[in-house]
């Protein structure tokens, strides 16, 4: 069974400064996939980032960048210099590769003040 | 542009009667999926197809049919909606691969009266 565990319900930062945002991942299968997702107010579900369990070197894409730690089991996404439009609902997800399901965790809700 | 389309955005409709929610997408994916989500329960698989022709259930299958028969386009049906199928629904797709990304659609809002 795969699962994915988001222990922060909510989380404030500041425009322009950085935030990380848990995730814990379990499963047994050797080879998977982690990702993260953005869903503002609006509902959409926005694809943000991407790593492979035997990805030698953290994920980054911009301002987005991935703290994987294998042995922990933990795959936090960073976020860096905050925006405003980063205000948003985040959901990490697993997906081994014997599943064809997509796993999520219940999310994190980022809001960015001024 | 790479996307995935969902037709309608928002539906109301009342107990009983049939309606399909179309999703299309024009990557050349071999994986499509519908996904529904709700409150305190997250997002959960509904069904998926694999390729034309091949469906499974996912986790919440009851109430529900696919169909696949272009590997574009892969339709929820609600063959008689009912009020706990009140939710938002995306479909999703994705390359063969079993670690590639899924791209989600906008989504659907059903209310279902």
């Known amino acids: 069974a795969q699962k994915i565990t988001q222990t922060q319900p909510g989380m404030f930062v500041q425009e322009k400064e950085a935030v990380t945002l848990d995730c814990t991942y379990d499963?047994?299968?050797?080879?998977?996939?982690l990702f993260w997702y953005k869903q503002p107010s609006s509902g959409e579900m926005i694809f943000l980032i991407y790593?492979?369990?035997?990805?030698?070197q953290n994920a980054t894409e911009g301002r987005y960048s991935l703290n994987f730690q294998k042995a922990r089991k933990s795959a936090n996404l960073v976020i860096s210099a905050s925006q405003l439009g980063d205000s948003a609902m985040y959901f990490c997800?697993?997906?081994?590769?014997?599943?064809?399901?997509?796993?999520f965790g219940k999310g994190t809700m980022l809001l960015v003040s001024p | 542009e790479a996307q995935v389309t969902q037709n309608p955005r928002y539906l109301i409709t009342v107990t009983g009667k049939k309606l399909t929610v179309t999703c299309s997408q024009n990557?050349?994916?071999?994986?499509m999926s519908w996904y529904r989500q709700d409150p305190g329960l997250g997002l959960r698989q509904i069904y998926y197809?694999?390729?034309?022709?091949?469906?499974d259930k996912g986790d919440v299958p009851e109430g529900y049919k696919v169909s696949r028969k272009e590997k574009r386009n892969f339709p929820l049906i609600l063959e008689s909606p009912s009020p706990n199928q009140t939710s938002l629904y995306f479909c999703?797709?994705?390359?063969?691969?079993?670690?590639?990304?899924?791209?989600f659609g906008p989504g659907t809002r059903l209310l279902v009266l």
């Open positions: 999703a797709s994705r390359a063969g691969g079993a670690l590639e990304t899924q791209y």
């Open positions: 499963t047994s299968d050797p080879s998977y996939g």
């Open positions: 790593q492979g369990s035997y990805d030698q």
């Open positions: 997800a697993m997906r081994g590769s014997g599943y064809s399901t997509l796993t």
């Open positions: 990557m050349n994916h071999e994986y």
């Open positions: 197809s694999m390729n034309v022709e091949v469906t």
